[in-house]
């Protein structure tokens, strides 16, 4: 009995001791950061603290990713988009530590589509593209009682700091309900608020626009115009096109053409 229960505890020690090593392995190396779902999350916030070439910079939703990555020998500014998934919360951090790195950056532009601005981090992506990238103890001091309220609704989110959490893609089991109605939730309009005083301190053009529009959501999206009444000339950015441009999803785009010819030159995005 003896015997058998020392080399139990030698077994589980070495268990231990491996279930952890990989971890910490891929946490010192940064390794799984290339792996886990959000990898573009961890690739801007990494750039996000980088020195910039450009003076003008973008954030914002993965339709403006898609935007910025068919301009990129063609464009005056430099890209950290990402995705809708990170809310406005994440995408204030960025704009926080890029301003902080590149005191140079003299413009500002958002790019997020009227959908985006309903992220209340109520969503099963929230886990792996905002808590664990961005609900660190370093950013701690960027997230108001609103964008805690909601973490804390995640089950385990105290555990996406866990190396083995952390370094993998496992995430719980979570459906998000909110009660909010319309577009534009409520840590979207703390957040760009928030954003708006950042540049306003910092004496940066901030420029909020929308990425293309399928014209199917054109009712829908124009009647909730008045939600975005706090975003001077956000609304006058909408311009619809038909949905051969969308891919089936009916957001994100399939062919990059006809931005050449569209209103996004006027608006000086397209050199």
Request: charge should be positive; glycine fraction near 4%; proline fraction near 5%.
């Amino acid at each position: 009995m003896k015997h058998f229960l020392r080399d139990l505890m030698v077994f589980l020690g070495v268990f231990g001791l491996l279930f952890h090593a990989y971890p910490e392995f891929q946490y010192w190396t940064k390794r799984y950061q290339t792996d886990v779902a959000g990898t573009e999350v961890y690739e801007v916030l990494a750039a996000s603290k980088s020195k910039l070439k450009k003076k003008k910079l973008v954030i914002g939703d993965s339709v403006a990713k898609q935007v910025m990555d068919s301009l990129a020998n063609d464009s005056a500014l430099v890209s950290l988009a990402s995705n809708q998934a990170i809310s406005m919360a994440g995408q204030y951090v960025i704009a926080v530590r890029a301003l902080e790195a590149n005191p140079s950056v003299d413009t500002l532009v958002l790019i997020y589509h009227p959908f985006s601005f309903q992220n209340n981090l109520a969503s099963p992506l929230s886990f792996h593209y905002f808590v664990k990238p961005f609900f660190t103890k370093e950013n701690q001091g960027f997230f108001s009682p609103v964008v805690i309220k909601q973490v804390e609704a995640i089950p385990f989110y105290y555990l996406a700091q866990y190396r083995p959490v952390l370094t993998s893609n496992w995430s719980p089991s979570f459906e998000g309900v909110s009660d909010e109605k319309g577009l534009f939730s409520s840590i979207s309009k703390e957040y760009v608020l928030r954003l708006q005083q950042l540049c306003a301190q910092k004496e940066v053009v901030l420029q909020i626009i929308s990425p293309p529009i399928n014209e199917v959501y054109r009712n829908q999206i124009i009647t909730a115009r008045k939600e975005f009444k706090s975003i001077p000339g956000y609304a006058d950015s909408w311009n619809f096109y038909t949905s051969s441009n969308f891919l089936p999803d009916q957001i994100h785009l399939n062919r990059f053409d006809f931005l050449a010819a569209s209103p996004w030159r006027s608006a000086g995005l397209i050199r």
